[in-house]
């Protein structure tokens, strides 16, 4: 686990908050030096704590219905076949505009979060695209109705 001081956690918070904001006003706002925070930020990236600085998409671009699907799948005659079959799936549905993110969940499961305009489209996209796949033994919808926490990562997946 990485320690963090409170500076390098109010830095983190602010730059989560709006990306784009400068050192002078990040040190600003946190009543520190700006060779302070440049410093701070500089040993935030150098040790991975920064990755890289992206956006959040808008509201205007983010799907309306949000479902989490979970798919199993048959485990075939050869077993040695469930493992290549599992990312073949996986690759499939990763390609797709339409699903935010893809994720494995046991030996012969994974789980995807899909998302469309408004749910009428969303549940056709499940039944024409993911449960059309075959030799699937279940598949499970679950739709979110209401992110608590969390929301903006459907902003951050969506693609353009």
Request: neutral net charge.
């Amino acid at each position: 686990m990485v320690q963090l001081d409170d500076l390098d956690r109010a830095i983190l918070r602010l730059l989560k908050e709006d990306a784009r904001l400068t050192i002078s006003e990040i040190a600003e706002r946190l009543n520190r030096p700006e060779s302070t925070v440049h410093f701070r930020i500089k040993k935030l990236q150098e040790r991975g704590i920064i990755d890289r600085y992206t956006i959040v998409l808008g509201e205007a671009l983010r799907p309306k219905a949000v479902a989490l699907v979970y798919i199993q799948v048959e485990t075939p005659i050869i077993e040695d076949f469930l493992e290549k079959y599992i990312n073949h799936i996986m690759k499939t549905l990763s390609i797709l505009p339409n699903v935010l993110a893809v994720a494995r969940s046991t030996k012969d499961s994974l789980v995807a979060l899909v998302g469309e305009e408004n749910e009428e489209k969303l549940n056709k996209f499940i039944d024409e695209t993911i449960r059309v796949l075959p030799t699937l033994k279940r598949v499970e919808v679950i739709p979110l109705t209401e992110l608590v926490k969390g929301g903006d990562v459907i902003g951050f997946l969506v693609r353009v």
